[in-house]
């Protein structure tokens, strides 16, 4: 009898009485003397279904009732509705086989196991709901990302991850070679033999496909890239992983403004897209990770987000100045208590902080009129903070290169990227969101660890 | 005047006698005493738009009229419906400004350039219409795959980039590392240190997601990866790039037909896809890199793929042996020039070569009963021979173990691939296909640099 996916069974739940049969892994097998009950998992959606075994049915009756969790079943039985249960069916079964065995030397049980033990076992923990539910939220969510972008005409392009390495943030990047390192060629005069390499010159990995993304822009008019970023960044907190993945968003004929509208339409999107897609998940998270996270998903799909500038907000930190640790004043880079305050206390919805000084921002932000600020905007979120970080870019050959100057950048090393401004420029903006940041946004889940698979941090995996 | 994007003048074409604003590139200018011609385009669909501007309605007229290729302009005008042109509207001038200038010295000047001089100038060359069509396929052709899987509910996994250097393949992998290559810290017996390196341990940059694809598979059921991987061989063809993406499924309870029948309408969903929403682009690489293409695409869309055993293929191959360079035999890898044969000459579609010697596949294939035969397929498409190579893997512990034996792997070194057997173990498959050698595949174009928007391959870039 051909198998059927459990979700298929809650999208259109046949008749009372049809005869199925579902393969899974069991969450628990529970039973009593003649009749046990295994609470089945398949993977196509979160939600297990009950089987129901007698031992008047089954032959095998206490063999299956031996076996422990995690073991693989095939099951054929009836449907059985279950309209005063809280599932709405469950499934009596006539036979079931043992598919995989799974013993109690199995290290996963079914006992509260913490997070740090879960992290030592990567390739099993997606077996339990938590993780389960993060992978699958994880899942949704880059979808929902592709489907907005590509609803708008976006084209999805993939800037590469081996870069040269004469290109601001150096220091922490990670370096690729093929030489042994046991015995690195050597030039004559001592220095590393680059020319023994297998790029002939050395070679990082990307922190960011955002320059890439704009010459792409000035072809395509609007691009986003999603792809894995590295940074090498001796960080032990529970926010920065080594490897992680980015959206970056680059838009041609675009400002400050079309940036900003983009963001927040894509923060909403996704987010809507969750609660409508993943229900089960979210409610998972809601119950035992954080208890206002549905509502506080609901505020952002439903917020105008608020705008407000660098210069004003930090008037209005000022009047609570008292109460950060970080004093407030003009020049200064917010502080997560500093955008928190902003979008928890004040605005109470997600803000823009707008134009912020321009020395503490990067070099490719558009100067203002003011020529003391950019304009580059951070999105800030209720519960963490900043979210997004996006900037129109600065168009204009001649204020580019003073800048670059001006920051003792050498233009040979952005040679090509001027070029975008020296044929056929136009203003353009963009974006860059971390995945992770938004999934741990979204489901609330403390640690950068716990939402990536196969999480590569400082110190070792 | 609210800019309109050109693909939503095609999409859904204004009343003739409409003022529009539009901005983008011109593709050509050309102009006679007192009319010229801007082919313009601004990114957002493959078409441009023809801008007619006169100098009796622009002041600007002759500043406009010598505009160099790939100028940037912002104009507003009428536009007009034009029934008996080759396109269906154009736009007559009012107003026409110089965004941004592109002079004499812009390097892609409107004359035939070759591939070879493009590739020198990656950051500029996706202006061509050869490269725009290209990366604009690319776009389409990774959204088709990500909706294909959504649909069916496989979830999206993101595996990890960073891999640990135990596993095969480690002579053709990237190394990363941290440390100051000029002084590679040491222990004291002389060998490398690691405990000095970020991870603390030798990390590689992966060839595969498929074992930790496997791990997800065992939990979620249906996953699909969508990544960059990484080959360090010394291939100087046209055919491999060290940095490149894969598409990986596994599926779980599915055996070699569940792969085939998913590589299979996988496969036709794209080529659908693409067939349907980028009619322009196709045509294009049809008429200038392949007359054959739609008609082959268009074939492979609407054919029931063959299935043929290795082992009767070889039966088929023999007949012809004499025009084969390679001659054959039971037990050999087939050649480009045999799988090209078997799928173009013998039978005339797509065609799943299944059941290959264990020998010639990777260890982790399903063995068959004879003893001999792993449960492999590889799918031959006409005109370039293989395009998927998958298998059912091999689920059992015991035959994992004594394989890995007979192979002289270590057992350690796949601890936790064996726990996925160990543990509720149920049979399961999977595939890979290499993203750019399906865009080749579709756009005809014949060098892998060229479907890959900064290529990376051997020997720089």
Not at 174 to 202: C, H, S, W
Not at 351 to 361: A, L, Q, R
Request: proline share 4%; aromatic share 12%; charged share 25%.
């Amino acid at each position: 009898m051909q198998r059927t996916e459990l979700v298929s069974l809650y999208k259109a739940t046949p008749a009372d009485g049809t005869k199925v049969t579902v393969c899974g892994w069991a969450k628990t097998v529970r039973d009593s003397k003649n009749i046990g009950f295994i609470s089945l998992s398949d993977g196509s959606c979160y939600k297990p279904v009950q089987i129901v075994f007698q031992a008047d049915k089954l032959a095998n009756y206490a063999e299956i009732a031996k076996c422990g969790l995690y073991t693989s079943f095939e099951v054929t039985g009836t449907l059985v509705l279950t309209p005063n249960a809280k599932q709405p069916f469950e499934i009596n079964a006539d036979a079931i086989t043992v598919l995989g065995p799974c013993g109690p030397e199995y290290p996963l049980q079914k006992k509260k196991m913490g997070m740090d033990y879960l992290r030592t076992m990567t390739h099993l923990r997606p077996r339990t709901n938590t993780f389960n539910a993060a992978f699958r939220v994880r899942g949704q969510a880059a979808f929902a990302i592709h489907q907005f972008f590509h609803e708008r005409g976006f084209t999805y392009v993939h800037t590469p991850i081996f870069t040269g390495s004469d290109c601001e943030g150096a220091g922490e990047m990670f370096q690729v070679t093929t030489m042994d390192l046991n015995d690195i060629p050597r030039t004559e005069d001592g220095a590393v033999d680059y020319t023994k390499d297998f790029f002939k010159r050395p070679v990082n990995l990307t922190v960011s496909g955002q320059l890439e993304a704009e010459a792409m822009a000035m072809a395509l008019g609007n691009v986003y890239t999603f792809g894995p970023t590295f940074r090498a960044e001796k960080s032990y907190d529970t926010r920065h992983a080594a490897e992680f993945w980015m959206i970056e968003p680059e838009m041609a004929f675009a400002d400050l403004n079309t940036y900003m509208d983009t963001a927040e339409a894509m923060t909403k999107y996704v987010i809507r897209y969750l609660l409508d897609n993943c229900p089960d998940e979210l409610a998972f998270f809601n119950q035992f990770f954080d208890k206002g996270l549905i509502e506080r998903l609901e505020l952002v799909a439903n917020s105008d987000f608020a705008r407000v500038s660098y210069t004003d907000a930090i008037e209005l930190l000022k009047q609570n100045d008292a109460n950060f640790q970080y004093k407030v004043s003009w020049g200064m880079d917010l502080q997560t208590e500093h955008e928190r305050y902003l979008t928890e206390q004040i605005f109470k919805k997600p803000v823009f902080v707008t134009d912020y000084p321009k020395e503490i921002k990067a070099f490719y932000m558009r100067q203002n009129e003011d020529g003391k600020t950019v304009a580059a905007a951070d999105m800030l979120v209720p519960g963490i903070g900043e979210l997004i970080g996006g900037s129109q870019r600065e168009e204009r050959l001649d204020v580019l290169l003073a800048r670059l100057d001006e920051l003792g950048l050498r233009r040979e090393d952005y040679d090509w990227y001027l070029d975008l401004r020296r044929f056929g420029s136009v203003k353009h903006a963009g974006y860059g969101l971390g995945f992770e940041r938004l999934l741990m946004y979204v489901t609330g889940i403390p640690n950068i660890r716990d939402v990536i698979p196969f999480p590569r941090t400082c110190g070792g995996f």
